[in-house]
Nanobody
């Protein structure tokens, strides 16, 4: 069964850190570009970061650049999103998704989606 499972979300104070994990089963992650998306309450889902298939080039949206780091561990079939210097505006449900094409934030190009993990940044 093809599945993506996110974990690592939680409640953190402003300025804190979290590491999200996106574990795949039923397929090999390194054949796909993996994107992280997020959806805040009352807002549309938006792209956050992406790591490309084959060459692991990384991309970040401006609002997380310099604070978030995406990485891949092929031995664990897992992609990570290290989130530092978190802000209240980062509060959202975070999703990972797998695309067979180059990195992009166009959701129809993603074949598989996880169920999401909640990140709440609050004092």
């Amino acid at each position: 069964q093809v599945q993506l499972v996110e974990s690592g979300g939680g409640l953190v104070q402003p300025g804190g850190s979290l590491r999200l994990s996106c574990a795949a089963s039923g397929f090999t992650l390194d054949s796909y570009s993996i994107g992280w998306f997020r959806q805040a309450p009352g807002k549309e889902r938006e792209g956050v970061s992406c790591i490309s298939r084959r060459d692991d080039i990384t991309y970040y949206k401006d609002y997380v650049k310099g604070r978030f780091t995406i990485s891949r561990d092929n031995t664990k079939n897992t992609v990570y999103l290290q989130m530092n210097s978190l802000k209240p505006d980062d509060t959202a449900v975070y999703y990972c998704a797998a695309s067979p094409t180059y990195c992009n934030y166009y959701e129809p190009r993603y074949d598989y989606w996880g169920q999401g993990t909640q990140v709440t940044v609050s004092s």
